[in-house]
Structures are given as C-alpha cells and as structure tokens.
C-alpha cells in the first residue's frame, strides 16, 4: 500500500517541480488540465522511483513542455468576447443590406 500513495513529507520535498505545474495549468484548457496533470504525476513517480529525483524533474519539465499544442492552449476569454461582438456586427450588416435589397419581402 505504501509503494502507491506517496508520503505527504516526501511529496513535498521530491514532488514534480512546482514551476512546471503551474506552467501546465496556466497553458493548457481546464478539461485537460487535470488529466495531463494527473498522467504527468504518475509518470514522475515511476521515473522518481526508477531514476532518481534529478532526471526525474528533468523529464516532467520536458514532458510539460511537449504538450504545449495547439489544441492543448487555452483560448483568452477577452478574444472569445471579442470575436462575438464581431459576428454580431457582421449579422447586423448583413440583415440591414438584405432589408435594403428585398423590401417586398423584408
């Protein structure tokens, strides 16, 4: 039972670096944030275990880094707000020039 849950003293001293979680949360969108976070973290205790604590941190901060895709980075909520008020403004023009044209129909 002991090889599966990590001691609560030992996570904190030799735990996945700090910098890089934070980095993954910061990047990546809320549905996988946890997920890769989760995988990340067995996959640094299997290494902490096999390797050592070093290479253990090394390969979680270059596995961080190689999720960084495109399809893993959050989008900024101010351009999602943005692009709505721009296709609102679209589909006002678009509805007013067709007005203009069919105005037996309109």
Do not use: Q
């Not at 599966?4 to 979680?21: F, N, Q, S, W, Y």
């Amino acid at each position: 039972m002991n090889d599966k849950i990590p001691d609560v003293e030992k996570t904190k001293k030799d735990g996945p670096p700090r910098l890089a979680r934070c980095f993954l949360r910061w990047y990546c969108r809320p549905e996988l944030a946890e997920d890769l976070e989760g995988d990340l973290n067995e996959y640094f205790f299997r290494n902490l275990k096999k390797n050592g604590p070093v290479k253990a941190r090394i390969v979680y901060v270059v596995d961080v880094l190689k999720f960084l895709r495109l399809y893993t980075i959050r989008t900024p909520k101010l351009i999602n707000i943005i692009i709505h008020w721009i296709m609102l403004g679209s589909y006002i023009k678009t509805s007013s020039r067709n007005i203009l044209r069919h105005k037996l129909f309109s």
